[in-house]
């Protein structure tokens, strides 16, 4: 008889929920942990365990204490910090891409130089290092302006500036928080389009595609947020587009990673617009 796994995801979002709730229905599996968890997945017979996503030590010591099989890792804040890293010079099982290749998520920047330096179309855009540096480059960029605060924000990064006055104002703002970088990007319009690919070791598999919504309030008039809502499957897609986004995105996306020897084990959360 096959042994049962005993899982462990790492997270204490509505998506770590949805994962754990889908392993645990798996007849393969024991039982899962979560950690840190949320007070709803007790219901859906989720062990929670508090413990921070990022202290990794204290995360590990639960592996062995637990005779957890397979870690999950859902945050981009414990994949970008090392957290697969960590577990894998323990030789611990885990799955999420390692600290370099989830700068794919953590960088704007280093996510459109790679598309840039892998023929992955994307929008035109520049990174700066200073309100003022990044001001003189508006000159380069029809309104509305995309600005991009370069790092993890949640999905909250980016604002979408009508004119170069907001842009500017936008700008000195960003550094006197503390920015650091920022990038200035091309705005494209269209439906937005979200395709998931799981990435192994050798092969990936594309999951079905959702669509996202990122502007708050009736007819996209409002800021970017981190999503007002999601749905799958997206019937209105046609077949001939999606399989541009394969060809065009997906696979050069895939070639590139392995051409930059970055050990990508995860799921690729690839973010497309249907332009015009």
């Not at 890293?85 to 989830?102: C, H, Q, T």
């Not at 909250?156 to 920015?179: C, H, T, Y």
């Amino acid at each position: 008889m096959t042994k049962k796994l005993r899982l462990l995801v790492v997270g204490a979002g509505g998506r770590e929920h949805a994962i754990a709730k889908s392993l645990a229905q798996s007849s393969l599996v024991e039982k899962v942990f979560c950690a840190p968890g949320n007070v709803g997945m007790a219901s859906d017979k989720i062990e929670v365990v508090n413990i921070g996503e990022l202290e990794f030590d204290a995360l590990k010591g639960l592996v062995a204490e637990e005779q957890i099989d397979w870690t999950f890792v859902g945050p981009e804040n414990a994949l970008v910090a090392g957290i697969v890293d960590s577990f894998e010079a323990d030789g611990l099982k885990i799955f999420g891409p390692n600290k370099e290749a989830a700068q794919l998520e953590g960088s704007k920047d280093y996510a459109m130089r790679f598309m840039d330096q892998y023929q992955i179309p994307t929008a035109k855009f520049a990174t700066y290092q200073s309100s003022e540096t990044a001001i003189a480059g508006l000159k380069d960029f029809s309104e509305p302006i995309v600005i991009k605060a370069d790092g993890l924000a949640a999905g909250k990064g980016v604002v979408i500036a009508p004119s170069k006055d907001e842009a500017e104002a936008e700008i000195r703002l960003m550094f006197k928080k503390g920015q650091k970088q920022i990038v200035l990007e091309e705005f494209l319009a269209g439906d937005e389009y979200s395709l998931f690919v799981l990435i192994g070791k050798s092969g990936y598999r594309i999951l079905p595609m959702a669509q996202d919504h990122k502007r708050a309030f009736d007819q996209d008039k409002g800021p970017n947020t981190g999503g007002m809502g999601a749905y799958s499957p997206v019937p209105q897609l046609a077949k001939v587009d999606y399989q541009r986004m394969l060809t065009e995105v997906v696979e050069p996306t895939i070639a590139g990673l392995k051409q930059a020897n970055l050990n990508y084990q995860g799921v690729l959360y690839i973010g497309m617009i249907l332009t015009a």
